[in-house]
């Protein structure tokens, strides 16, 4: 389960660059678009990279965010803070939708959406790190501590008369 949780949620941070790379191909396109004569109003629906953008930020993002949520719960015995991180991350991820959804009409919490997006990519890379930094599960998971052996003899200085 810990490779699991370091995978969704390197998925995660991979995805907000897919989604910084895709917004701004839509952005770039449209003004090379705009240069040869497009018309944005009303009827512009977009390009490719918007639409990129869209889904992967509507569909894809929240829903690896879910998994990765639910796969914490299994991998909290092998990664510290797991169930921590993936909420924070999950809960990232909602916000992330919910800024997207009222910049339509607030267009300045556009710039939060941009910041939270940073925020999402830090965090998930945190959460990432976690199964990273684990040690290996022994047989007994977390409970396992390793004891140092014990040394025979007395811890007093040997004192040698002659």
Do not use: E
């Not at 678009?33 to 977009?46: A, F, P, Q």
């Amino acid at each position: 389960m810990k490779q699991t949780y370091r995978v969704i949620s390197g998925l995660i941070a991979l995805g907000v660059l897919v989604q910084a790379g895709a917004i701004a191909a839509g952005w770039f396109t449209a003004l090379h678009d705009v240069d040869n004569g497009l018309v944005i109003d009303d009827n512009y629906d977009g390009n490719a990279f918007h639409g990129v953008h869209g889904f992967v930020g509507f569909n894809v993002m929240p829903l690896l965010g879910l998994v990765l949520l639910v796969v914490s719960f299994f991998a909290a015995r092998t990664v510290p803070g797991a169930r921590k991180w993936a909420g924070i991350v999950f809960g990232l991820i909602i916000l992330q939708v919910a800024l997207a959804l009222f910049a339509f009409s607030v267009p300045a919490l556009g710039a939060l959406h941009g910041i939270n997006a940073l925020a999402v990519l830090g965090t998930a890379i945190r959460a990432s790190m976690l199964a990273r930094d684990a040690g290996p599960a022994g047989p007994h998971g977390a409970d396992q501590v390793d004891v140092p052996a014990q040394r025979t003899g007395s811890a007093a200085p040997q004192s040698r008369i002659v």
